[in-house]
């Protein structure tokens, strides 16, 4: 099996199946190293560029629903193409990936790609694009609902809790005080320590 068959083999599991052959495009115009890792918790994917190798390397990790795995492929494809285009030099968020990011998501704005409910915050996303989706809390909220549920529990996003409500987190549990900007001032239970937790937290709410 070749690389181009590989990579077809994994993104048909991954992405929508309207996109497949396009990413794959995207693919064969700059190969690069492809791989689909373990959940992270501090990113969906992967780009850096090292000198030392002809073939650069891009990871997303497995557990991402099709559509948050689709932009987030494209995210990081964009980042091989805006430092082959504009050098290396370029900040990794700057308007040259910016414009690049744009220009690669342009083509699968289309329903036939995204659900409706899907394509209102992403195209509106797309006009500025953050370092990462998970940063816009309208996106992040509505790719939410196309999650695989991984335990019987649900879960909430931290926005979402009234003030004072109670809740879990990695096992802790805070109450839920003020919000400042994108995060919220959370107090922990019992030690009363605070803490700044973001927005898009997805939390165990306490009945």
């Known amino acids: 099996m070749d690389q181009s068959e590989k990579l077809r083999e994994i993104l048909s599991a991954k992405v929508p199946s309207a996109s497949l052959e396009y990413c794959i495009d995207l693919w064969k115009q700059e190969k690069f190293n492809f791989t689909v890792t373990r959940e992270r918790k501090s990113k969906l994917g992967d780009f850096r560029w090292k000198r030392d190798q002809s073939l650069q390397t891009i990871t997303i990790n497995g557990n991402l629903n099709p559509y948050q795995f689709l932009i987030t492929y494209i995210h990081e494809v964009a980042h091989l193409y805006a430092f082959i285009r504009f050098g290396l030099?370029?900040?990794?968020?700057?308007?040259?990936?910016?414009?690049?990011f744009k220009n690669l998501m342009s083509p699968l704005l289309r329903k036939e790609v995204f659900p409706?409910?899907?394509?209102?915050?992403?195209?509106?996303?797309?006009?500025?694009?953050?370092?990462?989706s998970a940063g816009d809390l309208f996106l992040t909220k509505e790719l939410s609902k196309y999650n695989k549920a991984t335990s019987g529990i649900e879960k909430s996003f931290l926005s979402d809790l009234k003030p004072e409500s109670i809740f879990q987190l990695n096992g802790r549990k805070f109450k839920k005080k003020e919000t400042r900007r994108t995060r919220v001032l959370c107090e922990e239970i019992p030690s009363g320590k605070r803490y700044l937790i973001s927005q898009l937290a997805q939390v165990e709410v306490e009945s």
């Open 89 to 100: 030099n370029i900040p990794p968020h700057g308007q040259e990936w910016k414009r690049v």
């Open 116 to 132: 409706q409910d899907l394509l209102i915050p992403l195209v509106r996303h797309m006009q500025n694009p953050k370092a990462t």
